[in-house]
């Protein structure tokens, strides 16, 4: 679905010197902070990018990636029926091709083993500074609500935003479920919680004076 005619318009009025884009691993609740910030990569191929290299070349670009637990965030996923789209949203512009997901289920595809998302490659790339080309946060987004100031004010945006918060969650699922998705994305899952809660990543374009060191921990865990 591309994005509406009136959001277009928002973003064309927006008189910051810079564009902004949200980036994702899904099932993160990016969706509303994205279209708040206006960002430009929303409904767009750009929005799970896989990596920042997709952004490569851009001129005047600010980037979020926001991530977060990867057991609530699949399941996230499969309860929306967005397995198969996600799939492909994920692989675009990349070296791998998408894996057909179509009319499978949260069970069958934790008994594959497989993460077809490829969700650690994304987060590997975007959390290493040697690959940000542009001014980056990343967010954690089970932290977002106590560091949502910190993300407005990184994109200059002086409208509140009022976050919402998870109601589910995957210790809620069946004994198999919370087992499958633990010896999927428990790597994963450990990367993360080493992962400050906020980091701000200074690309190569980035040249404002009060720009911080490459990699600042903005907030711990």
Request: glycine share 6%; proline share 7%; aromatic share 10%.
């Amino acid at each position: 679905m591309p994005q509406s005619p009136t959001y277009r318009i928002k973003r064309w009025m927006d008189r910051r010197p810079f564009r902004p884009a949200m980036c994702s691993m899904g099932g993160v609740g990016s969706t509303a902070l994205a279209r708040h910030l206006l960002s430009f990569a929303d409904k767009t191929a750009l929005e799970h990018a896989w990596s920042p290299a997709v952004y490569e070349g851009m001129d005047k670009v600010r980037l979020g990636y926001m991530f977060g637990n990867p057991y609530n965030a699949v399941l996230s996923i499969f309860r929306r029926e967005y397995q198969r789209m996600h799939a492909n949203a994920m692989n675009r512009n990349s070296p791998t091709p998408a894996v057909d997901l179509k009319g499978i289920g949260i069970e069958e595809y934790l008994e594959r083993g497989v993460d077809e998302f490829r969700i650690e490659r994304q987060f590997d790339n975007w959390t290493n500074p040697a690959n940000a080309r542009h001014p980056t946060i990343l967010i954690r987004y089970e932290a977002l609500h106590e560091n949502i100031d910190q993300v407005l004010s990184f994109f200059s945006c002086e409208k509140p935003f009022q976050v919402q918060r998870r109601n589910s969650q995957w210790t809620d699922q069946p004994a198999h479920i919370q087992q499958g998705l633990q010896r999927m994305y428990q790597g994963l899952m450990e990367k993360i919680e080493a992962t400050p809660q906020i980091v701000i990543l200074h690309g190569a374009t980035a040249t404002s004076s009060s720009a911080q060191p490459a990699g600042l921990a903005l907030a711990r865990p």
